[in-house]
Nanobody
Framework: QVQLVESGGGLVQPGGSLRLSCAAS????????MAWYRQAPGKERELVAS???????NYADAVKGRFTISRDNAKNTMYLQMNSLKPEDTAVYYC?????????WGKGTLVTVSS
């Protein structure tokens, strides 16, 4: 079992920044790949960014150049630095990982970009 807990969401004005965190606990020794997803109201959940334990990253086109994914393996924590936020970035952000072929999700943290 793996537990994931997100934090760092909130209300921010367009052009602002937020940093999300995802703390992992439990059977984490097998974790390689971790990712951030988001789900906006009325839309499907989508991949935002992913990172492997060796630091290989991947980003959705919509966030390239604005968001940065990182992880601290010693702290078992993944981060998402979000800059130049836009109203269309408003969503619940979830972290996800896979361990022994099972997918684990956090409960999400709400990011609202509005003036």
């Amino acid at each position: 079992q793996v537990q994931l807990v997100e934090s760092g969401g909130g209300l921010v004005q367009p052009g602002g920044s937020l940093r999300l965190s995802c703390a992992a606990s439990g059977s984490i020794s097998s974790i390689n790949w971790m990712a951030w997803y988001r789900q906006a109201p009325g839309k499907e959940r989508e991949l935002v960014a992913s990172i492997t334990s060796s630091g290989i990253t991947n980003y959705a086109d919509a966030v390239k150049g604005r968001f940065t994914i990182s992880r601290d393996n010693a702290k078992n924590t993944m981060y998402l630095q979000m800059n130049s936020l836009k109203p269309e970035d408003t969503a619940v952000y979830y972290c996800k990982t896979v361990s022994y072929r099972m997918s684990y999700w956090g409960k999400g943290t709400l990011v609202t970009v509005s003036s």
